[in-house]
């Protein structure tokens, strides 16, 4: 039930990019095919800034032998753009949304809209952060790494951001419970 919620909070979440709804609006569709197109430039451009930089700095140190902490600083700089974006998406989706009053009607249980929650901003996270497999993808392929590689580090990659993701849901909490200008939305943002 917590995978279907996730589901339907992915579907339907407002990111500017349309998921599976219709837009019937003409002029919407083309300014969100010229989103669509822009993002998609600027992602490619970015993908091959890091590959470009991934390979210079395997190459840097691969003659000293100490190409693994390459996979150590993306690991970390993965961590820390997790961190940063949820903060972003923590605030927007747990506490923005005006799908709790529905949320709430249905017989779910408190965990699993919490849990629905919290996998829908690890998705998000996920998506926003793929150009950081790339070191991973670099590392393996110029060390000649085998199968098992590539297996474990899509396992980091879908992982990792759950305990960045908490620390920051931790951090959030206290800050939008206890500030009174935090729950009216244009005077926060």
Known sequence: RMLKLTSIIVRTTDTGI???RKKNNDNKKGKGMAAFIILSFILLYFGAFILYMSNG???LLAPMHFQAAMLGLATSIFAFIIFFFGIFYIISIFYFTKDIENLLSLPFYAWEIIGGKFLSVI?????????????YFVYGIKSGAGILFYI???LVFLLLPVIPLAITA??????MRFVKFARNKDLFN
């Open 123 to 135: 998705i998000f996270e996920n998506i926003t952060t793929s150009l950081l497999l790339i070191p």
């Open 170 to 175: 931790i951090i959030i909490m206290p800050i």
């Open 18 to 20: 349309s998921f599976g």
């Open 57 to 59: 700095i395997y190459e």
């Open 152 to 154: 474990y580090s899509i």
